[in-house]
């Protein structure tokens, strides 16, 4: 069964850090895309930030861009996603997702997204 399993949310003080993992099972993670999507109360979902197949630096929503770094571990089937300098506007719920694909440059849209996590509360408060 092919699985993906968010792990690392909770509760954290603005300008506290966490560390989100996504961790495949059933599947390797080496020919898919990662993507990491947030979902808060009342709102859209939104591409939160992305990594090819290939590796790379990754892709960044702006509202993120310098605070949060993406990286993928191919040999514990697991990607990362490192928030730093957290905002309460950060809360939501985070996904990840894969989408099977060797092109260089992953997508931040999450209609193509072809298996999902069940996601992990992020909440940023005092």
Not at 39 to 58: D, M, N
Request: charged share 15%.
């Amino acid at each position: 069964q092919l699985q993906l399993v968010e792990s690392g949310g909770g509760l954290v003080q603005p300008g506290g850090s966490l560390r989100l993992s996504c961790a495949a099972s059933g599947f390797t993670l080496n020919n898919y895309h990662i993507g990491w999507f947030r979902q808060a109360p009342g709102k859209e979902r939104e591409g939160v930030s992305c990594i090819s197949s290939l590796g790379g630096r990754g892709n960044y929503a702006n509202s993120v861009k310098g605070r949060f770094t993406i990286s993928r571990d191919n040999a514990k089937n697991t990607v990362y996603l490192q928030m730093n300098s957290l905002k309460p506007e950060d809360t939501a719920v985070y996904y990840c997702a894969a989408l099977p694909s060797f092109q260089a440059m992953c997508i931040m849209t999450d209609g193509p997204y072809r298996y999902w996590g069940q996601g992990t509360q992020v909440t940023v408060s005092s």
